[in-house]
């Protein structure tokens, strides 16, 4: 007789795994990589010319919307929400973008402020947090309760949109009855 391994089911009021810490830790670094901007934007050249000030009109809105984003992520990790994690792997993503794009611009004579990590040490900086959200305790912390935990690879389908459980998955169960679990689309047998 075969044995079906038990389903582990995320239960509310779970206490967020200490590797966290590491996540909250490394947007942190995100983080003041952004504030560092806005200390740059504050010392304006006396003579600004007009791809100077195109330079700190583009470093004022990418810190700015970068700043946010990371804010909201940091302050949601606690939460346990999927929204939280998904976040948190855009803000990972968002920096690698945004640092790529700073460097594919400065060839063009861009001048970006503040704090400018290396394209190394970002990819070193997103692939620690994105590690670290993908592990199976984090992403069991994330499951809504009452719920399997997904596969990994509907956990990074729904950081692009896509919903991480579908209303196809859900069933409902009344009394005792053996064939009372219905799907949503068939509707109610009696």
């Known amino acids: 007789m075969k044995v079906m391994p038990e389903k582990r089911y995320r239960t509310a009021g779970k206490k967020s795994p200490l590797i966290l810490v590491v996540a909250e830790l490394l947007l942190a670094v995100i983080l003041m990589r952004y504030m ?78 503040g704090l400018q990590l290396s394209i190394p040490a970002t990819i070193i900086l997103s692939t620690s947090v994105f590690v670290v959200m993908c592990l199976p305790k984090v992403r069991m912390f994330y499951t809504p309760p009452m719920c399997e935990c997904p596969p990994l690879k509907n956990w990074l389908m729904y950081a692009t949109y896509i919903p991480l459980i579908g209303a196809d998955t859900y069933k409902f169960a009344y009394g005792d009855e053996t064939d009372g679990i219905h799907d949503i689309d068939e509707g109610f047998k009696t």
């Not at 007009?50 to 804010?71: D, E, N, Q, R």
Request: charged share 10%.
């Open 36 to 113: 560092s901007t806005f200390v740059f934007i504050v010392s304006f050249p006396e003579a600004p010319s007009l791809k100077v000030l195109v330079s700190y009109a583009f470093s004022l809105i990418l810190a700015v919307g970068m700043s946010t984003l990371t804010v909201n992520a940091l302050l949601g990790i606690p939460s346990a929400k999927p929204r939280a994690w998904r976040k948190v792997m855009r803000s990972s993503v968002s920096l690698l973008v945004a640092t790529l794009l700073i460097d594919l611009l400065s060839y063009f004579g861009y001048q970006s402020g």
